[in-house]
């Protein structure tokens, strides 16, 4: 094929003006950022399709009613493609140790912030004062964000999470539902109480009646077989660098065992692949560790998750286990009332105030428009999901025999995949490849 002199000073001038275009735009972008109040950047390297990456430190107030309370610096993952591009705001609900590109970004080719949650990670403030952990002073950091970027970023925004970073996006769209044009929650659930008795229905009634005994069996099992349990869990532990002080390992174990099906269905494990008593107490151990991680219940996790369990004790509400199938075979906890799943910092006792998941929940049935949610049905936390309700705007998306894990936009089949985009192509006015 030959190329007239036109075409060929075309292809000349694009292949040596496409990196100084590339160039200015991130130069405007550096402008932009430094112009931002109480904002620090570094730049870091971009993966393939990024135009320009930063880690942000945005500087918020402990208390957003209250300034003068002081402030802390919260981190956030600037992924930038272009101006003229839509922005996917990540309401992350833990720690973010590194910027990871979500599905909804991807979607829309557009720009994305991830943001830490208060509290976790590098977002602390100088005083861990758990009175200013709350769900509305977290929506507030996300809104400050977004008021920041607001001039930066002009078109449509986006907010979406995971997880508990899922219930971040939806209690974010209650308090400023106009800052976002669409929300998109995965598996997040709404909670009622701090141990919410709807996961105690998921359990008796998920899988096969077979798959459930062989669960019960299981459990069984290993509390009866628990004198010779112990040793083998004290040397796993100090094989993992484990240690116990918020409970002793005796109360670990038992919280292990009591987990299991709770971890069973939320992280997609198999009814095969449960061992019958035949196969031995390592071999049962063995498998009991794999679904149900004994360092869950260690100091490890118990105190690097403090924040989490104020607010699963105080708002955001969690769920606890029956003791009452295992009379009898519970030493270390006890058994007159359902032993709790939150451990509450410094053992201080659980004050849950359900006023305000209940409000949110009911926003949800009634005014909670734009919000595209997505759960797996075999996912333990999806038996606290958002309900569907057809008097709002919004639409659900439920993956069969899909875990927690699992599931994610890019198993939705063709015609569900459909559904979703075109929905949010009505919210976005704009066409998505």
């Not at 390992?249 to 939320?266: K, N, R, S």
Request: with cysteine; aromatic share 14%; proline share 6%.
């Amino acid at each position: 094929m030959k190329f007239g002199t036109i075409t060929l000073l075309l292809i000349q001038y694009l292949l040596i003006s496409a990196p100084f275009e590339l160039l200015a735009q991130h130069d405007e972008l550096e402008t932009r950022l430094f112009a931002l109040p109480d904002v620090t950047f570094t730049k870091t390297t971009a993966p393939e399709g990024i135009a320009a990456t930063y880690t942000l430190k945005v500087r918020q107030p402990v208390d957003h009613q209250h300034p003068e309370n002081g402030y802390f610096w919260q981190r956030v993952y600037l992924q930038h493609v272009g101006f003229d591009r839509p922005t996917t705001l990540v309401t992350h609900g833990y720690n973010v140790p590194k910027d990871i590109r979500y599905e909804m970004a991807t979607l829309l080719a557009g720009n994305q912030l991830l943001v830490e949650h208060r509290y976790f990670g590098e977002s602390l403030p100088d005083s861990m004062d758990y009175r200013y952990l709350s769900i509305s002073q977290a929506a507030a950091d996300y809104h400050h964000i977004r008021e920041l970027f607001r001039n930066i970023y002009p078109e449509q925004w986006v907010s979406t999470g995971i997880s508990k970073g899922g219930q971040t996006t939806i209690f974010y769209r209650y308090f400023y539902p106009d800052d976002v044009d669409a929300s998109f929650p995965l598996v997040a659930p709404i909670n009622l109480s701090a141990e919410d008795p709807r996961i105690y229905s998921f359990l008796d009634t998920v899988g096969s009646d077979e798959c459930r005994k062989d669960i019960y069996d299981f459990q069984t099992w290993l509390l009866q077989h628990r004198e010779e349990l112990l040793p083998r869990a004290r040397w796993f532990a100090k094989g993992a660098n484990l240690t116990f002080t918020y409970l002793n390992l005796e109360q670990a174990l038992e919280y292990t065992i009591l987990e299991y099906p709770f971890a069973f269905w939320q992280w997609g494990s198999r009814c095969e692949e449960i061992p019958g008593s035949e196969a031995g107490i390592d071999s049962m151990m063995s498998h009991l560790f794999k679904v149900s991680d004994l360092g869950f219940f260690s100091d490890r996790d118990i105190l690097g998750y403090a924040s989490h369990y104020y607010q699963a004790g105080t708002e955001l509400g969690y769920y606890g286990y029956q003791a009452k199938p295992f009379k009898g075979l519970l030493k270390a906890l006890p058994t007159d009332r359902n032993p709790s799943a939150v451990f509450m910092p410094g053992h201080a006792p659980i004050q849950f105030d359900d006023q305000l998941t209940g409000n949110v929940l009911q926003w949800t049935q009634k005014e909670g428009n734009g919000i595209l949610y997505l759960y797996g049905s075999s996912d333990t936390w999806s038996a606290t999901g958002v309900p569907p309700s057809d008097q709002v705007d919004s639409a659900w998306f439920f993956l069969p025999g899909t875990d927690h894990r699992a599931a994610r936009l890019k198993l939705l089949n063709p015609s569900e995949r459909k559904r979703f985009v075109d929905t949010l192509e009505r919210w976005l006015h704009m066409e998505i490849e």
